[in-house]
């Protein structure tokens, strides 16, 4: 599998993706906003691209579609229940379907809603595995749940699918939130030197160039990762009191999430 990621460089701040076959060269490109930039992508690389796929239904994942599909002909896949908002889409996705790229690439669809109900992330079937999460997990950093979603919701996909993969699989988020996430984690553990160390570093770098992360490094410096950190609980306490000594995984969940909220 070839992974090319595009920064759009636009005031949204999208990381759009291309996963092409190493053998046909036949592309799928995830939520290509900026769709000029994913064909010129494409065609460097010597590759066509005959999918789009939409994370879900928000139009800054799917405002490209119309123009990407006249330019290419290519299908567009989206979750099941997204299709008649997204309109023109060619292939509805459920838990479990696979989508295929070319002869070598496969890719599972996870169904998995919170920052909006009809949300997919595609896992790949490789030996590292990669997932293109959308807006659910950012690096160091969760989805919001303004425009459709529920918190709650957002929190069990976490918890019975995303933090059960391998810590190996690689990160591919819709958005480039890295320094600011850190923030907000060390705002909520201080104590975290894994988080310190990566926000100095994620300062440095042009967003463009933010490494790639693992389900294991977000687990050290992602703070809806850690929701059973001592440190995470004690500060959560100082703006909740009511949440008690032992508060639930799913209650430090939803009251990090209302703060990331406004803060």
């Known amino acids: 599998m070839l992974t090319e990621r595009i920064w759009s460089g636009n005031?949204?701040?999208?990381?759009?993706?291309?996963?092409?076959?190493?053998?046909?060269?036949?592309?799928?490109?995830?939520?290509?906003?900026?769709?000029?930039?994913?064909?010129?992508?494409?065609?460097?690389?010597?590759?066509?691209?005959?999918?789009?796929?939409?994370?879900?239904?928000?139009?800054?994942h799917t405002g490209g579609n119309v123009a990407l599909k006249a330019a290419t002909g290519a299908k567009v896949l989206a979750h099941t229940g997204a299709a008649s908002r997204i309109g023109g889409v060619d292939r509805g996705l459920n838990k479990g379907d696979i989508v295929k790229v070319g002869r070598t690439v496969e890719l599972e669809s996870l169904d998995t809603p919170g920052h909006t109900m009809t949300h997919v992330c595609l896992l790949s079937h490789t030996q590292e595995p990669a997932l293109f999460c959308g807006d659910t997990l950012f690096n160091a950093g969760v989805g919001n749940c303004h425009q459709g979603g529920d918190p709650g919701v957002l929190y069990d996909t976490f918890a019975a699918q995303l933090v059960r993969l391998p810590d190996t699989t690689r990160v591919y988020p819709g958005h480039e939130y890295m320094a600011r996430n850190l923030e907000f984690t060390l705002d909520r553990e201080p104590s975290n030197q894994d988080a310190q160390s990566s926000l100095a570093a994620a300062r440095a770098y042009e967003p463009a160039t933010v490494?790639?992360?693992?389900?294991?490094?977000?687990?050290?410096?992602?703070?809806?990762?850690?929701?059973?950190?001592?440190?995470v609980i004690a500060r959560l306490r100082e703006k909740f009191p009511?949440?008690?000594e032992r508060p639930t995984p799913k209650t430090v969940f939803m009251k990090l999430r209302e703060l990331r909220n406004r803060w």
């Open 11 to 60: 005031s949204l701040r999208n990381f759009h993706y291309l996963i092409a076959c190493p053998e046909t060269g036949e592309a799928l490109a995830v939520d290509p906003l900026e769709w000029k930039m994913c064909l010129d992508g494409a065609k460097a690389r010597g590759w066509t691209i005959t999918q789009i796929l939409n994370t879900h239904e928000h139009e800054d």
């Open 211 to 231: 490494p790639v992360t693992t389900l294991a490094q977000e687990k050290r410096v992602n703070t809806f990762l850690r929701l059973q950190s001592p440190d």
């Open 242 to 244: 009511d949440i008690g």
